[in-house]
């Protein structure tokens, strides 16, 4: 059977599209009406006579179901993991506000909480890319060995002028509490799991 990557399905996809009489449009919302958008281009598809009250249909209300930085906050906090001190939360604010949280029984593991748009993303931080004895080397076996970590994900961020390897999971911003909870203890699991991994690749700090 012949491999194909994924640019060929793309391309498949797209003639698909055109064949359908379909033309391509960009727009700018906010990451909010994503879920939004995705509804009425759904209709917009269809031919003209066949739209029926797109802003109705599209139901603009399913953004409030949905979690924002703040009202995880106010939920996280209430749980045992933090009303125990098992771990510790704390709501950092800004244009783009986030959740903090140290994981005592993890060693006090950093983790980083924020609602972007349909998405929660849960990172933590690995080490720095400058501490790897051999980058390439390392990148290859982190690739390898994805399946070691359900769940979350290894890759490169640029922090405060230097690139750092960190670990993510996300999850829909429609998820369920015990979701949530579950991704934080998971990626904590996981962090710890791939120091562990990979701990002759780094130079002695």
């Known amino acids: 059977m012949e491999t194909k990557s994924s640019a060929h399905y793309q391309r498949q996809y797209r003639q698909r599209l055109r064949e359908q009489g379909l033309v391509k449009k960009e727009v700018w919302i906010l990451p909010e009406h994503a ?101 390439i080397k390392f990148n290859d076996e982190a690739l390898r060995t994805q399946r070691l970590f359900p769940l979350s994900t290894i890759g490169i961020e640029r922090l405060a002028n230097n690139d750092f390897y960190v670990m993510s999971g996300t999850l829909s911003a429609e998820s369920s509490l015990s979701n949530v909870m579950f991704e934080i203890e998971m990626l904590a699991d996981n962090v710890i799991k791939a120091t562990e991994a990979f701990e002759k690749q780094l130079k002695t700090e």
Do not use: C
Not at 70 to 75: E, F, G, H, P, T
Not at 87 to 114: C, K, Q, R, T, Y
């Open 35 to 135: 879920r939004v958008l995705l509804g009425i281009e759904k209709q917009l598809r269809q031919p003209a006579g066949m739209i029926k009250s797109i802003l109705q249909e599209s139901s603009m209300t399913t953004a409030v179901n949905m979690w924002s930085t703040n009202k995880l906050y106010d939920a996280l906090s209430s749980v045992d993991l933090f009303t125990s001190d098992a771990a510790s939360i704390e709501l950092v604010e800004g244009n783009e506000p986030s959740l903090h949280i140290i994981m005592h029984e993890f060693g006090d593991l950093p983790i980083f909480i924020s609602v972007v748009g349909e998405q929660i993303i849960v990172e933590s931080i690995l080490w720095p890319v400058e501490l790897v004895k051999d980058v």
